[in-house]
């Protein structure tokens, strides 16, 4: 007896049925075993089905022992197949016209977690990117403990989204555009390891399937399918991100993205969506939360020190604001004869501490409580 996986992955390789068709045939049927049965008359489940649809479904059995054999494969690497016509199949991506009809998955969390958060961008990330996917995996973590990291394992955005949940303890998925015997990139390899343990890898894509760049744009409907909210932390104005934000958006998920300034290449993707409505702006986890609905707002843990440590560049920076009323970020870097990256770096840091606060402008202002001299330093 053919079991649900085995028969959908069959087919999907019968030639004249694609995904789209497969999925139409399967939810007529109820199951992929009931459709099994009735291939040979078509008609009696779906009306509408032409003589070419029937003709094809005479090749479906042909198509048997290759799914067997992937199947076979998958189970041997301790992999779970999941099929759409099953209840442990995700429930977010079940209703939409295009998805895949089998799942590959190997981790340990649920994929019918809630909420799941999709954290998707640039692979080009800046130091800016870098703090923003830590400050929201840590805040969503402090504030949504329950919450559950999803994205592609990519470079830039995707992989710091990934290792900050994993070091913040959240579940994190990572949807591959390939089969779960490769792993691209090879340097994450790692933390790859690391999200089976504490998350999963999920994947369409029968395990020998190698890696291709089409695959990877294929997987990006996953990515935000399977998550009710898609933030966009840094993308340039084309790239799989904003193709990501799209599909987010058609799906009806809801999509946020991450300010940047204008001068910034890989914000510019950001602040279009944001400017033509593409995506909401996003301001913090609890308006996040708040906008969906998932939990009251929790309060902000009270600062015990009375003069949080400084960094040796913190400090520098504040030694030079407390001089002035306000100062762009290109005069800091002028001032103190650090690099660009160091000194955005720094004043994000010192935003999140309640320290400095962005003006009109692009002009920062202290706004700490610090003597001007004597302020304890992180070692």
């Not at 209703?95 to 998707?120: C, E, H, R, W």
């Not at 800046?126 to 394992?153: F, M, N, W």
């Not at 609890?286 to 960094?311: H, I, K, V």
Request: hydrophobic share 40%; proline share 6%; net charge neutral.
């Amino acid at each position: 007896m053919n079991d649900e996986a085995v028969l959908l992955l069959a087919l999907l390789r019968t030639p004249g049925i694609g995904l789209i068709t497969a999925n139409r045939l399967c939810r007529a049927a109820g199951s992929a075993a009931r459709l099994w049965e009735e291939r040979a008359n078509i008609s009696r489940l779906l009306p509408q089905a032409t003589d070419r649809l029937q003709q094809c479904l005479t090749n479906w059995d042909k198509q048997l022992p290759q799914a067997e054999a992937e199947a076979d494969e998958a189970r041997r690497r301790h992999i779970s197949l999941l099929a759409l016509t099953e209840t442990d199949y995700p429930t977010w991506l079940k209703s939409l016209p295009d998805a895949p009809p089998v799942l590959f998955y190997k981790g340990t969390a649920s994929l019918n977690a809630q909420p799941m958060i999709s954290i998707v961008g640039t692979r080009h990330i800046s130091e800016y990117g870098k703090d923003l996917c830590r400050h929201i995996v840590e805040q969503l973590a402090e504030r949504l403990p329950q919450a559950t990291i999803v994205s592609g394992l990519a470079y830039g955005v995707d992989v710091h989204a990934h290792r900050a949940a994993l070091a913040c303890g959240l579940p994190t998925i990572g949807v591959l555009g390939h089969g779960l015997n490769h792993l691209y990139p090879p340097s994450h390899r790692d933390t790859a390891n690391r999200m089976t343990e504490q998350g999963g890898l999920l994947t369409e894509y029968p395990c020998a399937t190698p890696v291709s760049r089409e695959n990877f744009v294929q997987r990006n409907r996953i990515v935000a399918g399977l998550s009710q909210a898609c933030i966009v932390v840094e993308s340039a104005l084309r790239g799989g991100a904003l193709i990501t934000a799209r599909l987010a958006q058609d799906y009806g998920r809801e999509v946020y993205a991450c300010p940047g300034r204008l001068t910034d290449l890989h914000s510019e993707g950001c602040n279009r969506l944001i400017a033509r409505h593409g995506a909401a702006i996003f301001t913090s986890v609890d308006d996040l939360m708040d906008d969906m609905g998932w939990a009251p707002r929790q309060p902000r843990p009270q600062q015990l020190e009375l003069f949080p440590a400084l960094t040796a560049t913190e400090e520098q920076l504040r030694s030079r604001l407390v001089q002035t009323e306000q100062c762009s970020a290109d005069e800091l870097v002028t001032a103190t004869g650090l690099k660009v990256a160091e000194v955005n770096a720094a004043l994000i840091q010192l935003e999140m501490k309640g320290l400095v606060r962005l003006l009109a402008g692009n002009q920062y202002r202290w706004t700490g409580t610090f003597p001007a001299a004597g302020c304890p330093q992180k070692k």
